[in-house]
């Protein structure tokens, strides 16, 4: 097919996304159902990206209240919502101009951003954050979008680079290819719990400036899909890379408050770069990347994030500025933000609730990962490192030759080919690996596990009745 010479050639350079296939290939499932052919299950589960609220989890009351006191403001002169509810909704109101339907600040609404500056000083334990700093995003792949546009010329020869992890969201990549620059894969350990080793690095490094001019390093922590969570040492080793290298460092810390490992804590890398002291302190630049569609508050389809500059030359936060003054910030996505950065606290009206859902969800994130785990290393051919962060699991196939030799025939991927008879002979729609940026030849499947705890139960007995056939019929 002829390619038309208006589409931007970058577009092109974007792959196509199995994931997005195989949720299509759901959608027309669910309409053949509805329209009464027969399946052997009643619904289709999708379960290949963080989407809790799909998924059988609840929005928590507290937050879901304060954003529909602020849509509808009747509701703050009534019995009908928790006092504390309205007088954050009143308080939110008065600083957006009085109605969700105003515009917004293009950097954000001030009181939003401050909110975000005051969270993070609190987080980091008074490491000082300016809210001159902050500015209020879509949400993380938006604001690593944006910062893209700011440091990619089209016409730049060699092209940029940006070292990515892999596995690593699909989404990022994306964004890289689409804004023109160069994705440079480095491979986290999946046998020491998706390490990042600094010589995996160096390698990537030299590789790249063969091809490229590579001038950030990109870090998920928590990591997604793996689930791992990186230690200090680990992120003093990066810090001291970067500084080396002479490279930018950006962050995505979507999943910061999802901790699941028995004594698992996060840091920022924000905090450890404050207390690694001169020179790193001074030197590094880092971008970091929150939001509010991860996280306890899950909420997707509000798209409210930020993004932090450190160490950035003033100027550069000026042209920053410039380039983010075309854009619209939604303003119900900024207050998801400040609700989910200034949470209750005891003695609130509404916090023992808030502490029950929070507790609740906490709970039903240890219960989905150790069934998980149990499950799906019990099962020939799946194994599953286990997980202390984050809303996904990653399990690795070891898939037959012979399933491998029919995928290639029927020109599949073998890990699309797995996920596609998953999803038409049992309902379950999960996330091939190969969207993930995985080498040829390594085989796994992601799975959100931050569901209800019956959804969870019924997702693992579809996904073993069907492996356990599969298996069997390409042995």
Known sequence: MPQHRLVNPMVRNIMALKRVALVRQAV?????????????????????????????????????????????????????????????????LECIGGSVG??????????????????LTRRDEGVPSASGNIFITHGSDHGFGLLLKMLVRGDRSPSVGVLTPVPSQDFGNATLVASGASAVPYYLDGQQGWRLHTEEL?????????????????????GDPTGHVQSRESMEEIIRFVYEEKLLLFANEDHQDILIGEGCMFISYKKV??????????????????????????????????????????????????LISIQSLPIIGQLALEVMLNPLQPGDPSYAQYQEEVQHIRETMVHNVTRALEVLNSLPGISCEPIKGGASMFP?????????????????????????????????????????????????????????????EEVLRRLGKFHKQFMKDFS
């Open 28 to 92: 027309r499932i669910e309409e053949e159902i509805k329209q009464g052919m027969k399946k052997p299950y009643n619904e289709v589960i999708d379960v290949s990206r963080d989407n809790p609220h799909a998924t059988g989890m609840k929005p928590m009351s507290f937050f879901r209240q304060v954003i529909a006191s602020c849509i509808y403001p009747e509701l703050i002169d009534s019995d009908k919502m928790p006092l504390d509810v309205r007088e954050r909704a009143k308080t939110l």
């Open 102 to 119: 105003c515009y917004s600040d293009t950097i954000g609404i001030p009181i939003m951003r401050d909110s975000v500056s005051d969270f």
């Open 396 to 456: 690795r196939l070891h898939l037959p030759h012979v399933a491998i030799h029919q995928a290639k025939e029927e020109e599949q991927l073998p890990d699309f080919f797995y996920c596609s008879r998953l999803l038409e002979q049992t309902g379950l729609c999960v996330c091939p690996g190969s969207d993930l940026g995985l080498p040829e030849g390594t085989y796994h499947i992601r799975l959100c596990i931050m569901t209800s705890v019956d959804t969870m």
């Open 202 to 222: 160096q390698r990537a490094l030299r590789s790249a400036r063969e091809v490229c001019d590579p001038i950030a390093l990109y870090v998920i922590n928590p």
């Open 273 to 322: 770069l404050a207390e690694m002291g001169s020179p790193f302190s001074d030197a590094v630049e880092l971008a970091s990347f929150h939001s509010s569609s991860k996280g306890f508050m899950g909420e997707g389809g509000l798209h409210g994030g930020y993004l932090e500059l450190v160490n950035f030359d003033p100027s550069v936060q000026i042209e920053f500025d410039r």
